[in-house]
């Protein structure tokens, strides 16, 4: 479309750097059709921005207005104060600016009006020529000038700022669209996976429909080889839909059976689900250490005593330290206690607490096989794992299985880095690993937080190529530090203050985004901000259901005639959703 034929919303009136822009909506405009999270861009003499609308306000131009207002079926005299006497507002956060390369002389403007114009038609036309695998977006240093125009973006501005999903160049993913146009927002995978990342919102708002958006796009482009914790099941095999109509949505390993493995902790849970070639996960007591029995100590109500004294026991016994202590009568309880200076109650109340453990249909006494190897070769192959809890999905086991695998990984990838950092061999290089874990703020809680493992990984960064994909209601829960090096946030509705305060965690100029993020809608819209989008951006999240399969390439999908198709898609949509 061409930039200077459109129609101009308002013009620039008042503002600063720091504060945003006011803008004075032209009469003919309707200030119903300015919605938060708009995406808007201004023309300024030298420089383009692209800007959200923030707030929307309505303006006056005299007291006696307010005073003496004229009565609704008045619309003559309506119509006469609208646009002089009454006037709305709106206010926009510059997020970009581009300025094209022209010469200096061309914006020597000396306060004459046809060199302005003609300056502000350089500019356009400058801008025009540009093509988006050219143009270079900068970080906002200034703001237009007054009386600057504002214009509704076009499929072009997107394209330009967050390119579009064929791109051979980079491997963008459609997360969704714009609040009120039909065009794809990418986000860059190579640049979400490179960081942890974090979905957030309230219950009931699609946080899993939107993990699992990412998941899909993330393994159809390769970016990253994922380990998902699927706490309940929603994300490897079948899961219900949270429309109003009793359905379901497939699962990974339905849209991609060669690149997907799925493991159970619960055997005849997947297999009452119809789960195929889903493999059993044992753990057995020698592979559990102290630090996970620690992040475990409030499901088990342990208490710090208790925690030192199971240090003592792993310093005498190494690994089976669990099943030596779940052996000790009281007597060789007193006996230990009195030889290694353990405290007697203290560890008489860890043999009781740890029993919990003996009722866990996962857990054994010992383990012939090594089922965290069997998940770490699978990864080494790049496949993508899913481990399903089935009926043990209370918090501690899914905080100790989770612990315990991502601790020995971790750890294997720290030797792998190490390895490829000596060696520059391009083989040696891991994959890059993205692990996946809901109720996050149980694992990065501020008081445990400095002694898990997925605190290690969140402050790491890339460092060791793992990163983290936390998936939580309750980000205020999450250590402010921790918080503050995800890279990418994508957040549905929020009303908690605090929640939404974490949301923006060292993030500059959060004042406005706050509001948008306040106002969303409770289904299908999110804010993307962060690492991998060049600007904050509200979206209407991209469906997950018949047509999404196909576009993803479900092998289910080829064959079938195209009525059937057609047919199923309409059910999906009408049926399917958040």
């Given at each position: 479309?061409n930039?200077?034929s459109?129609?101009?919303?308002?013009s620039?009136i008042q503002?600063?750097l720091?504060g945003?822009?006011?803008?004075r909506?032209?009469p003919?405009?309707l200030?119903e059709?300015?919605?938060?999270g708009?995406f808007l861009?201004?023309?300024g003499?030298r420089s383009r921005?692209?800007c959200?609308l923030?707030?929307?306000?309505?303006?006056i131009s005299?007291q006696r207005?307010v005073?003496h207002?004229?009565?609704?079926e008045?619309t003559?005299?309506?119509?006469?104060?609208a646009?002089?006497g009454?006037?709305?507002?709106i206010n926009?956060?510059?997020m970009?600016?581009?300025t094209?390369e022209?010469n200096?002389?061309?914006?020597?403007?000396?306060?004459k009006?046809?060199?302005?114009?003609?300056?502000v038609?350089?500019?356009l036309?400058s801008?025009?020529?540009?093509?988006?695998?050219?143009m270079?977006?900068?970080?906002?240093?200034t703001?237009?000038t007054?009386f600057?125009?504002?214009y509704?973006?076009s499929?072009?501005?997107?394209?330009?700022?967050?390119?579009?999903e064929?791109d051979?160049?980079?491997?963008n993913f459609?997360?969704?669209?714009?609040l009120?146009?039909d065009v794809?927002?990418?986000?860059?995978?190579?640049?979400f996976?490179?960081?942890?990342?974090?979905?957030?919102?309230k219950?009931?708002?699609?946080?899993?429909?939107?993990?699992?958006?990412?998941?899909a796009?993330?393994i159809?482009k390769?970016?990253?080889v994922?380990l998902?914790?699927?706490?309940?099941?929603e994300?490897?095999?079948?899961a219900?839909s949270e429309?109003?109509?009793?359905?379901?949505v497939?699962g990974?390993?339905?849209l991609f059976p060669?690149?997907?493995?799925?493991y159970t902790?619960?055997?005849?849970?997947a297999?009452?689900?119809?789960v195929?070639?889903?493999?059993?996960?044992?753990?057995?007591y020698?592979?559990i250490?102290?630090?996970?029995i620690?992040l475990?100590s409030?499901?088990?109500?342990?208490?710090d005593?208790?925690?030192d004294?199971?240090?003592?026991?792993?310093?005498?016994?190494?690994k089976?330290?669990?099943?030596?202590?779940?052996n000790?009568t009281?007597?060789?309880?007193?006996?230990?206690?009195?030889?290694?200076?353990?405290?007697?109650?203290?560890?008489t109340?860890l043999q009781r607490?740890?029993l919990?453990?003996?009722n866990l249909k996962y857990?054994?006494a010992?383990c012939?096989?090594?089922?965290?190897?069997?998940?770490m070769?699978?990864?080494?192959?790049?496949?993508?794992?899913v481990?399903?809890?089935g009926?043990q999905?209370?918090?501690l086991?899914?905080?100790l299985?989770?612990?315990?695998?991502?601790r020995?990984?971790h750890?294997?990838?720290?030797r792998?880095?190490?390895k490829?950092?000596?060696?520059?061999?391009?083989?040696?290089?891991?994959?890059?690993?993205?692990i996946?874990?809901?109720?996050?703020h149980?694992?990065?809680?501020s008081a445990?937080?400095?002694?898990?493992?997925?605190?290690?990984i969140?402050r790491?960064?890339?460092k060791y190529f793992v990163?983290?994909?936390?998936?939580d209601?309750?980000?205020?829960?999450?250590d402010n530090?921790?918080?503050?090096?995800v890279?990418t946030?994508i957040?549905?509705?929020?009303?908690?203050?605090k929640?939404i305060?974490?949301?923006?965690t060292g993030?500059?100029?959060?004042?406005?985004?706050k509001?948008?993020?306040?106002?969303l809608?409770?289904?299908?819209?999110?804010?993307i901000l962060?690492?991998?989008?060049p600007?904050?951006?509200?979206v209407?999240?991209?469906?997950?259901d018949?047509?999404?399969y196909e576009?993803i390439?479900?092998?289910?999908?080829?064959?079938?005639?195209?009525e059937e198709?057609?047919?199923?898609?309409k059910?999906?949509?009408?049926?399917?959703g958040?």
């Amino acid at each position: 479309m061409n930039f200077i034929s459109r129609q101009p919303l308002g013009s620039v009136i008042q503002g600063s750097l720091t504060g945003g822009l006011e803008v004075r909506l032209h009469p003919d405009i309707l200030v119903e059709d300015m919605r938060v999270g708009k995406f808007l861009v201004v023309q300024g003499v030298r420089s383009r921005f692209f800007c959200m609308l923030t707030d929307v306000a309505l303006g006056i131009s005299n007291q006696r207005i307010v005073a003496h207002p004229p009565s609704w079926e008045d619309t003559f005299m309506r119509e006469i104060l609208a646009g002089s006497g009454t006037y709305g507002t709106i206010n926009l956060a510059p997020m970009l600016m581009f300025t094209p390369e022209s010469n200096e002389s061309d914006f020597n403007v000396d306060g004459k009006s046809a060199k302005l114009k003609a300056a502000v038609n350089t500019s356009l036309a400058s801008f025009q020529a540009q093509t988006s695998t050219t143009m270079q977006l900068m970080p906002v240093k200034t703001i237009p000038t007054h009386f600057s125009q504002v214009y509704e973006a076009s499929e072009d501005d997107f394209r330009r700022v967050f390119g579009w999903e064929d791109d051979p160049q980079r491997k963008n993913f459609s997360i969704g669209q714009p609040l009120d146009m039909d065009v794809p927002v990418c986000i860059d995978l190579n640049k979400f996976v490179e960081r942890s990342n974090g979905v957030f919102g309230k219950s009931g708002t699609g946080k899993s429909f939107l993990t699992r958006l990412l998941l899909a796009g993330t393994i159809k482009k390769n970016a990253a080889v994922n380990l998902i914790f699927d706490m309940h099941s929603e994300y490897g095999w079948e899961a219900v839909s949270e429309g109003k109509n009793l359905s379901t949505v497939k699962g990974l390993k339905q849209l991609f059976p060669s690149n997907v493995e799925v493991y159970t902790l619960d055997p005849e849970s997947a297999k009452r689900r119809g789960v195929p070639h889903a493999q059993d996960l044992y753990l057995s007591y020698d592979q559990i250490e102290v630090e996970d029995i620690k992040l475990c100590s409030r499901e088990l109500g342990l208490s710090d005593a208790s925690i030192d004294n199971a240090n003592i026991l792993h310093a005498e016994f190494g690994k089976s330290w669990i099943v030596q202590l779940l052996n000790m009568t009281n007597e060789e309880i007193k006996m230990f206690c009195e030889e290694k200076r353990g405290h007697q109650g203290s560890i008489t109340a860890l043999q009781r607490k740890l029993l919990r453990m003996d009722n866990l249909k996962y857990m054994r006494a010992a383990c012939p096989h090594n089922y965290i190897n069997q998940v770490m070769n699978s990864l080494e192959a790049g496949k993508n794992v899913v481990v399903e809890f089935g009926s043990q999905s209370d918090m501690l086991s899914y905080m100790l299985v989770t612990n315990m695998i991502t601790r020995r990984i971790h750890q294997q990838y720290v030797r792998k880095a190490e390895k490829f950092l000596q060696t520059k061999n391009p083989l040696d290089k891991p994959l890059q690993l993205m692990i996946t874990i809901e109720e996050a703020h149980r694992f990065l809680d501020s008081a445990i937080v400095q002694s898990t493992i997925f605190g290690t990984i969140a402050r790491e960064m890339r460092k060791y190529f793992v990163t983290l994909l936390v998936v939580d209601q309750r980000p205020s829960g999450i250590d402010n530090e921790v918080m503050s090096q995800v890279g990418t946030r994508i957040t549905a509705l929020l009303n908690d203050e605090k929640d939404i305060d974490a949301i923006f965690t060292g993030v500059s100029g959060a004042g406005g985004l706050k509001s948008v993020l306040a106002k969303l809608d409770s289904k299908q819209q999110a804010l993307i901000l962060g690492h991998a989008v060049p600007m904050p951006v509200v979206v209407r999240t991209r469906p997950y259901d018949a047509a999404f399969y196909e576009e993803i390439g479900d092998p289910d999908w080829e064959g079938k005639p195209d009525e059937e198709v057609f047919a199923a898609a309409k059910l999906a949509k009408a049926d399917l959703g958040f």
